[in-house]
């Protein structure tokens, strides 16, 4: 990958900080401690890859960058959100998080859950506020739930954490992924497209780019938390096996699960085929994510 | 209070519970344990106040009672979200709620925490869902998010939680009944107004009712804390004091308390003056539910 994406990645990650940052500020009385921790987890330097998503679908679609500031904070604002519940003891107990403590090691567990819940709430209210028409907002807000709620990520979570109790097969890995890693990233680009008023064609399609590229990350994600250090991941590693987490290197190994990422990024990629060049940068990031080392 | 205002009260409950039971039965695939860790605290029995107010504030601003279902569920599960968070170990530590266990009691804390979150992305699902027009739809979410998220009701669980290391003053005691328990009373008054097409003026005057009404329902609360049993309650009594919680009777005695609840009873019902007999159900209501023995 070149250094040129990087830094572009790196420039758009700086800019959305931004107004990221602007937009956690409260307007009314909220009680310091909880906004203190919900900006622990939201801005804490990250890739901001789903802003990034929801930033190049609304520019395909036709939209300004711009338009798409709230989007992409709604977006990174469930993902905290689910950082920051996965983070908590009951949960994946973890205490690092992005090389820094988790929210609820630096706020103790009361606050870190009301921090995700707020977060959570939030992010309904962005697009409630920020978006020009009632029926795009509507759209909006229906894409989020779905892909944050019961059906959705949380659904993923939620089998996630019961499928340790159970030996790992391909089938309940396909399902978590889709739902608790791959589900906000399919709406990241569609929600972006939605936000650039792209027709449904481009909405479908760069949703169903999303869906692949989410699934390659996550084996990638799981691929790295096998064979990286605690180092270079800011967080705990190796944590997956020991818990006999429900993943593609625990169902069917390291060498195939590789060959599936990359598969999967293809498959990804060839979604945008009729995009020409305006989709490059969608292609770059589906293979600079995946081509991490492991 | 007359029981044919109970009996009518109880007679809503179980119209209203038909309706949420076909709603939370989600469509798509979802683990059954998550389902089932949902509709514990939300099917659990119950008064369904809040419900209630959305269904009549809808009726006096001239909508039908079956406009309100999806507003009251919506409300409902904002609700039932709060209080599987509020009984986790990390906050109040409630093993009993509504004579039944806590959701992490029966369900573990993990599928608790996930349980609560679902609900709170599903209010706004519902929301986008079951609203006819768009605009409408905005406008509920936004009133939603607003009396839920960090400057409403978790705003207020997170002071509530801190203020138990300090010492209850009056001041600390209203800022947290006003946003942890009035703002989403005053959201289901405001909110079914605004369904049933009601005016601004309307909705304002229903959502100030619901604001002295809510604070009320609160004290009365913290009453019954200190002078009711577990076995009227259905949840353990009495831990206000020992967690020194900030409660008007910490700040100014039962007396005192009891005069105010008073007093915001009837600022409430003033609010509704003009509204002659067709407000006879909130009154009534309002009368009731701090009319209780304490």
Redesign the interface.
Known sequence: MTSDFTDSLRAFAEEFDLQFNKLLT??????Q???DA?RHTTLAPGKRLRPYLVARSCELAGGRREDAWAVGAAIESIHA?SLI?DD?P??DDDDLRRGRLTCHKAF????A??A???L???A??LL??H?P???M??DL??EL??A????GM??G???D??GERESPTLSKAS?IHERKTAALIRAACRMGALRGGGDSNLVDRVGAFGSHFGKAFQITDDLLDLTSSTEVMGKRVGKDSTASKQTFPQCVGLEESRAIVLAEVERAVEQLAILGSDADDLRSLARYVTDRNY
């Open positions: 409260p307007k009314g009385e909220v009680p401690t909880l906004v919900m959100f519940h908590l009951a949960m103790g567990e009361a606050v859950i009301l995700g819940d707020a959570s709430v939030y309904f209210e409630a506020a978006t028409s009632p029926k907002a509507v807000i229906r739930a779905q944050t709620g019961w059906s949380i659904g979570q939620t089998a954490i019961l399902y």
